[in-house]
């Protein structure tokens, strides 16, 4: 009877134990789960359509995803690239010049990335880009550049302002000869020029364009006659698989629809992440995803018209020698 006692007791107690491991098995939870992921380190600079990370990362959209992101904040894409190549990083967010220039190159010294989301596309709905006067000037169209050939403009060479400048020529008809491109590397520094009438025009990112207008600046030309991809983000093929892209693409999606709603929320979180100064915040108009109309919620991926047209101005200003083949540089779904 004893041992008969002891041996139920042991049953009992397995039952017991199997019971209570498997109740604590099922209420292990996403975040439990992402923590058993890989931690992904993507750098990012402090540009405003960055926002769509960085709510993806203050919302927890990223864990419940099942990834374990850390977003890490750079100052310029030179440090970024710095850090890709050394492998330092698993991913990287930026202009689509500065993402493509590391994703073409590294590719073809053997240590592949590709594309896995956009964040800014150009489109009528919103501007990012724009050429703007200094307050106070007479310039009031692109009809007026051509009548006062060699008008001074601020910009930084081999970077997506040189490429929108070529893209604004091409397709508004503007000669080459009528604009004086003077390299001003910084973005800070081209804006004080500009507002202190040193400079006649500058192509500057959204929020400054909205800041100089409202200082009596004018915008001459944006990139909404545009239909293309703008900024992006990119991992090392080594780092994740197609489906860890697809999951991120999921979390950025969640975080779209997330700002759509509560844009002020997200304004606020802009200004504390040092995206937006406090002055600028008010004037900004926030992203919005909707109406791309796309299957994810998000801004289209490029496409092979997109990587070969960028490629060709690429080869043209001697960054690389050939064009990659769009499953080469994209995580097409």
């Not at 977003?71 to 500065?98: C, T, V």
């Not at 991809?229 to 969640?254: E, I, M, Y």
């Not at 991926?301 to 499953?327: C, F, H, N, Q, Y």
Request: charged share 20%.
């Amino acid at each position: 009877m004893a041992t008969d006692f002891v041996l139920m007791n042991r049953r009992t107690f397995g039952i017991r134990t199997a019971a209570l491991c498997f109740a604590a098995g099922m209420m292990v939870s996403p975040f439990s789960l992402a923590a058993e992921e890989p931690l992904l380190k993507i750098g990012v600079l402090p540009a405003a359509d960055s926002v769509l990370l960085y709510a993806a990362e203050s919302e927890g959209f990223f864990e419940s995803r099942g990834l374990r992101i850390q977003l890490l904040p750079f100052k310029s894409a030179i440090e970024i690239g710095a850090a890709m190549r050394a492998g330092e990083l698993a991913g990287h967010y930026g202009d689509l010049i500065n993402v493509f220039i590391n994703v073409f190159t590294q590719n073809a010294a053997g240590a592949p990335q590709a594309v896995a989301a956009t964040v800014t596309y150009a489109n009528p709905a919103e501007r990012n880009f724009a050429l703007v006067t200094r307050p106070g000037s007479n310039l009031t169209s692109l009809e007026d550049i051509k009548t006062h050939p060699g008008t001074d403009t601020a910009m930084s060479a081999s970077t997506i302002i040189d490429y929108l400048l070529d893209r604004m020529e091409a397709t508004t008809g503007l000669p080459p000869s009528a604009m004086k491109r003077v390299e001003v590397r910084q973005i800070p520094i081209r804006l004080q020029l500009l507002l202190a009438g040193k400079m006649e025009t500058a192509l500057l990112p959204e929020p400054l364009c909205s800041l100089v207008e409202s200082k009596g600046g004018r915008a001459l030309w944006d990139d909404r006659t545009l239909a293309e991809p703008l900024a992006v983000v990119a991992f090392r093929k080594a780092a994740v698989t197609p489906q860890t892209a697809a999951a991120f693409r999921a979390a950025l999606a969640d975080a779209a629809k997330a700002i759509e709603s509560d844009p002020e929320k997200f304004r606020a979180l802009m200004v504390k992440k040092s995206l937006l100064t406090k002055a600028a915040a008010s004037a900004y108009k926030m992203p919005t995803y909707a109406h791309f109309g796309t299957a994810d919620g998000l801004p289209p991926l490029p496409s092979a018209a997109d990587v070969k047209r960028t490629a060709d101005w690429m080869i043209g200003k001697g960054m690389i020698k050939t064009i990659p083949k769009l499953e080469e540089v994209v995580f097409v779904p």
